[in-house]
């Protein structure tokens, strides 16, 4: 089954409005409000059959985080696609942990990278980053820090030991008098 | 004297250094004497930012960046991510370059195996067979180092072939060594996998449902050893594998249920097998000719997103890379098959002995720098 | 010994007390020298078996290397974690050592060189070895490490629940010496391997693998080596000790691989006896004693770079359902082949010659199968990092066929 059928039969079964997005990869596009119901859908009809949750991930667009939803279904072999933009002022989406086990430690990557609150997730912490982490790197705003808080460590200057340095120089010196 | 006796689980940090957590992960685990309560992974310590740096280099750049996201199988990831490159910008590589790219990907594959199946051996206690399985991973390398001049990060296949053509004469190494491995391997199921200890620790642990292998997202032989016969080579076939001919191992449940950590190891003793078939056939169909298409230099695919899976040692992993038409990736997530496998670990691990929980980390096969990119 | 003294002239208490010094000094002597070299020997066996090379710097093919092993932690600092109980802390590893030390009172040398034939030797042996529990308990309770209780809790564990089947092994050796002395119990078996002990019956046969199986368990090797499982318990009892304490708890580990040799070669492997011809020689019997000994302990060394580990549940099980029933089997089968047997010396030949050709049998099957992975061991006729030349052959150029934009 392709893209357009799957889209077709979610139309027409499920009242959340989604719309089809062509392009390399054809997928669907949902609003968060829709999102769980839609999902629930399409891992509950027998024709669609997605039992597995694949990749869940996200990208920074210009004012919105776009979230994607990779659902796979071994009985049919098929791939869908889902997006979600979720905007960035308020960046929240529902959590289909309840659907997906597997979502549990997907979302809490994206969570950690791009900053999207999932809700209804049980466990959202970061999960790659420390806790005290401040900002989401894979935001495209996103300025890289010179120093991890107040620790003083200035990341953009060269931090070796003076006495490695030094000792690098002195032994280009003496060679230089060897000569 | 009214009181009551009370209890308190015992908190115990396995890692980040600890023998048996392969590489740098964190398992904070409570635990009643030795059956665990409570199993929390706590992942992140080789976080590399890789996915942020994709977005700062150019495509071809990428290419040595994906030799580290999982250093056991490099090769496989250089070749997934260049086949979806290609993928993206509608080149095809030659036909020698595809069956030179089988051959070292299945090597490749048969050493991450290695690996995984001495590694566990030793968490078991077994530690000669680790480094008799390590003997036989140095004369892949040795292969390898043939073909890419690298034993360990190749960056040998790129975007549009591979690097070089084969050196004179590998084919017939190859061939010697598939000889002697076929015994090796004989030897070593001898003295691991049959071995009774052995069955009895690793036997109806950890049995995992396929209902929960697909709910948990696990992929490769850890979904195949649950008993679903699914394999990126077969489903979302790609390169010549549809010519070769070749069998899925799944979990049957030999000494157990289906899908237990036994299953798990022996689903990769068999997988093994399975790839020195298909060496023997590739070294026997490869054609002559060109290895490498022509690739324009800068490379700008055009906007848009794609998903392409391969089959790695680890499973299917999926490269999800977003254009925006530049002549960098805008978004690469890199969805690996250690990060769903690590995140069924807490499940896995209720109500198990502490030895268990290493049977299971190993039986898993997880990679750290693959789990935290 | 102490007739050595006395024939000197000195008076009885001081000839007493020299000789005991003496035995003391060259035993200890002894267990340090003969723990570094075995830690050497195993390291050289375990490299063998697995394909590798193993020390082989200091001194002739290495064998000084514990020498420098020694030196090295005994000049390393001596850390204490905090909050560790730190009498105990220093304590317990020299428990270890006196646990295993202690036993070497009664330890033969032969059949005729025995430091203290005690009339309770093997009850002593086995009594005195109890001191080692406590030793490991103690280490892993004072070391304030979660990893170091549980090892020493699993070790306490273990200890407890196999020194019933070793003991239980002992006895029908004990039953058919009728003695507890082990000049006694070597005294009554005799030179040729079909009058050991370990071929005496089958009875004989089943009491000896359960006792050195037992005995592995006990000296915390693989498969029982669950107190220091590296793999789980990242060192287990010991996981804090380091420098001088840590050579004390090597020391004690591989002083323990003798006393069980030489107690199996005492009472199972014929001891030091030799044959009628060779006449009353103390070196030689020593040499084959010593050979005996030996052999047993490279048969630990064996097993333990061979198999896995059990877990602790399959441990206890193993001991407590398999072993200790097997043990009374053992003990009746053993009183029951005396009963019979009591008045036929015929029939007592006719079964031991029996059990040695079996176990000849035995060892013709198992050794044609350590023979068959030998030879495929060496199956790499030509193995491709023999002759490691890339002659890299770069058909295309990258670069030059790359059109430019």
Not at chain 3, 233 to 238: E, P
Not at chain 3, 290 to 310: D, E, G, N, Q, S
Request: charged share 20%; aromatic share 12%; with cysteine.
């Amino acid at each position: 089954m392709n893209t357009q059928d799957a889209f077709q039969l979610i139309q027409a079964k499920v009242s959340a409005p989604i719309q089809l997005l062509e392009g390399p990869t054809p997928s669907i596009l949902v609003r968060p409000q829709g999102l769980v119901e839609v999902l629930t859908f399409a891992k509950e009809d027998p024709q669609l059959d997605c039992q597995v949750l694949t990749c869940q991930t996200g990208s920074h667009q210009e004012d919105e985080i776009r979230l994607f939803y990779h659902l796979l279904s071994h009985e049919q072999n098929h791939l869908f696609v889902f997006e979600c933009p979720v905007p960035l002022s308020d960046p929240k989406a529902p959590s289909v942990t309840s659907l997906w086990p597997a979502a549990n430690w997907l979302e809490r990557e994206t969570y950690d990278l791009l900053g999207v609150h999932f809700e209804g997730h049980p466990d959202l912490r970061r999960i790659m980053l420390p806790e005290d982490w401040e900002g989401f790197p894979l935001r495209k705003d996103y300025v890289t820090p010179t120093s991890y808080h107040d620790s003083g460590f200035d990341l953009t200057v060269d931090n070796r030991p003076s006495a490695i340095t030094q000792s690098f120089n002195l032994s280009k010196g003496d060679e230089k008098e060897d000569e | 004297m009214n009181k009551e006796l009370t209890t308190q689980f015992m908190t115990i940090n396995m890692g980040p250094q600890h023998p048996s957590t392969h590489g740098v992960i964190r398992f904070i685990i409570d635990t009643d004497g030795e059956i665990i309560h409570r199993c929390d992974p706590d992942i992140g310590y080789l976080h590399r930012s890789i996915e942020k740096i994709a977005e700062k280099v150019t495509w071809q750049g990428f290419v040595p960046y994906t030799d580290r996201v999982d250093y056991l199988c490099a090769m496989n990831a250089n070749w997934a991510y260049s086949m979806a490159v290609e993928k993206m910008i509608g080149v095809e590589a030659p036909r020698r370059a595809e069956f030179i790219r089988v051959i070292v990907a299945e090597l490749n594959r048969i050493s991450s195996h290695l690996i995984a199946i001495g590694t566990t051996a030793m968490d078991m206690g077994a530690f000669t067979p680790f480094i008799q399985l390590l003997r036989e991973r140095e004369y892949i390398n040795d292969l390898l180092e043939m073909a890419s001049g690298a034993r360990l990060t190749y960056n040998y296949i790129c975007i549009g072939g591979v690097m070089a053509d084969l050196p004179l004469g590998w084919s017939e190494k190859c061939e010697e060594f598939i000889h002697h491995f076929d015994l090796a391997m004989e030897q070593m199921n001898r003295l691991v996998t049959y071995n009774q200890i052995f069955i009895n620790r690793m036997a109806n642990l950890a049995v995992v449902s396929p209902q929960m292998a697909q709910a948990y997202n696990l992929v490769g032989p850890n979904l195949r050893a649950s008993g679903i016969k699914r394999d990126v080579r077969r489903d979302a076939p790609y390169s010549v594998y549809p010519e070769l001919d070749f069998e899925i191992p799944v979990g049957k449940g030999l000494e157990g249920e289906v899908g237990d950590c036994y299953d798990r190891f022996f689903v990769r003793v068999e997988e093994i097998r399975e790839s020195l078939r298909i060496l023997r056939q590739c070294l026997k169909m490869i054609p002559e000719g060109e290895v490498m298409a022509k690739v324009k230099k800068t490379i700008k695919p055009p906007a848009g997103h794609y998903y392409v899976r391969h089959e790695t040692p680890r499973g299917d992993t999926g490269y999800f890379i977003q254009s925006d038409g530049t002549t960098s990736p805008y978004r690469l997530k890199i969805r690996s098959g250690s990060f769903t496998g690590m995140s069924i670990i807490g499940e896995l691990a209720k109500g198990t002995f502490i030895a268990d929980l290493v049977a299971i980390i190993g039986s898993l096969d997880v990679v750290a720098p693959e789990l935290d990119r | 010994m102490e007739t050595l003294f006395l024939d000197l002239g000195l008076p009885h208490t001081l000839s007493s007390f020299l000789a005991m010094t003496v035995w003391a000094v060259l035993l200890i002597h002894f267990l340090a020298i003969y723990a570094g070299v075995t830690s050497w020997v195993e390291r050289r066996v375990a490299a063998k078996m697995q394909s590798r090379v193993g020390p082989n710097r200091v001194g002739p093919q290495g064998i000084l290397q514990w020498l420098a092993d020694g030196v090295k932690l005994i000049l390393k600092e001596s850390i204490d974690p905090e909050g560790a109980d730190r009498f105990m802390f220093y304590l317990a590893p020299f428990l270890m050592v006196c646990g295993v030390f202690a036993t070497f009172v009664v330890l033969p040398w032969g059949s005729f060189i025995i430091p203290a034939d005690l009339n309770v030797g093997i009850l002593y042996l086995i009594s005195i070895t109890a001191l080692v529990v406590i030793g490991i308990l103690m280490a892993g309770w004072a070391s304030n490490s979660k990893w170091a209780l549980l090892g020493g809790m699993r070790s306490a564990a273990q200890i407890v629940t196999y020194e019933i089947p070793v003991a239980m092994g002992l006895l029908p050796a004990i039953m058919a010496a009728g003695s507890l002395q082990m000049g006694h119990l070597m005294a009554a078996q005799g030179w040729a391997p079909w009058e050991w002990f370990a071929f005496q019956n089958p009875f004989a046969a089943l009491s000896f693998f359960l006792f050195f199986i037992g005995s592995i368990a006990e000296s915390n090797r693989i498969p029982f080596d669950l107190p220091e499982a590296e793999s789980e318990l990242v060192a287990g009892y010991f996981t804090e000790y380091s420098g001088f304490k840590f050579a004390a708890f090597s020391l004690a580990e591989f002083g323990n691989t003798w006393v069980v040799g030489a107690v199996t070669a005492a009472v199972f492997l014929g001891g030091g006896n030799l044959p009628a011809f060779l006449g009353e020689s103390a070196i030689l019997s020593l040499v084959v004693f010593t050979a005996k000994t030996l052999f047993a302990v490279f048969l630990l060394m064996w097993i333990r770079w061979t198999l896995p580990r059990f877990r602790i549940d399959q441990m206890m099980d193993f001991s407590w359902k398999y072993m200790l029933p097997l043990a009374f089997v053992a003990f009746f089968g053993q009183a029951i082949y005396m009963m019979l047997t009591y008045e036929s010396a015929m029939a007592q030949q006719i079964i031991s010659h029996g059990m040695f050709l079996v176990f000849l049998l035995v060892l013709f099957k198992f050794t044609g199968r350590v023979m068959l992975n030998v030879r495929e061991q060496l199956s790499p006729v030509n193995s491709p990092a023999s002759d490691l030349v890339a002659p890299a052959q770069p058909t295309v150029e990258t670069e030059a066929q790359a059109v430019t934009e």
